[in-house]
């Protein structure tokens, strides 16, 4: 029996990817592999009878973790996904890390336009830094990717997809109300798969996932879904402590952000 915290998350959620599809012409879903993106894809699936009725995209710089690589081609054969994998430099960023940086919406800026998507569903939850806490369910983008979190539409009555003339693309964010410890219970109530750097292996797990250049371990003993819980319920860590902290600043992340980083 799913909780009922979890229960309304989880209607809300769904609720926002059918609008989504149902409003917009061209969606695309970005994936990490991650624990977020990968609820996200586990949330459509609910929302569609068992399948992602749009493409997923990977923003692949080259250097992510050999598990995270084996989890994207198991999970893409097993639940049928459209994968498109586009591949991001690595080069000097003077923003943000030369991996993971402004090469990775450039990147992306790339295959929207390629494939003409006006819409991109995101996994991003506001309680993960700062500069995320004033995104919108919808939050539209420029045709240069900008993001002006100043002036953006007011959602009101569960109306989240009003017409947007933006002239580029509409981000669209239907994690945005969980916290991580409702993602890591509707993995464990749903038995979403996870990628298995997030249990502990010698006293270390990964709690956020990046690349291999721009994430480190945490110390940690949970080996599995429920020992994370667990230890989510005392720790007083951040969760994305394990990240470089040149992105991790909230005026860095927000110039980012502006330019179009996930």
Request: charged share 30%; aromatic share 10%; with cysteine.
């Amino acid at each position: 029996m799913i909780k009922q915290n979890l229960r309304t998350l989880e209607e809300r959620s769904i609720y926002i990817i059918r609008e989504a599809n149902m409003k917009f012409k061209n969606v695309a879903a970005l994936w990490s592999m991650g624990k977020d993106s990968t609820t996200m894809l586990a949330l459509t699936r609910k929302a569609f009878l068992g399948k992602v009725p749009f493409p997923v995209i990977h923003i692949d710089n080259g250097i992510d973790f050999p598990e995270t690589y084996a989890f994207r081609e198991y999970l893409t054969k097993k639940w049928g996904l459209d994968l498109i994998v586009a591949h991001s430099e690595i080069r000097p960023d003077a923003i943000g890390s030369a991996c993971c940086g402004k090469n990775k919406p450039e990147t992306l800026k790339k295959v929207m336009k390629e494939h003409g998507f006006d819409a991109l569903i995101v996994s991003i939850r506001r309680d993960e830094h700062g500069i995320r806490s004033k995104e919108r369910y919808m939050s539209p983008r420029d045709e240069k990717f900008r993001w002006n979190y100043k002036d953006q539409p007011a959602e009101l009555w569960d109306d989240y997809a009003s017409k947007m003339d933006v002239g580029g693309h509409v981000r669209v964010h239907p994690l945005l109300d969980w916290n991580e410890i409702d993602v890591w219970n509707y993995i464990k109530q749903e038995r979403v798969p996870i990628n298995p750097l997030y249990l502990s292996r010698n006293g270390f797990r990964y709690r956020s996932l990046g690349c291999t250049h721009c994430t480190v371990p945490v110390k940690s003993n949970a080996k599995s879904v429920t020992d994370i819980i667990k230890e989510l319920e005392t720790t007083k860590v951040e969760e994305r402590s394990g990240r470089s902290m040149d992105k991790e600043n909230e005026y860095v992340m927000q110039r980012l952000r502006q330019l179009g980083y996930m």
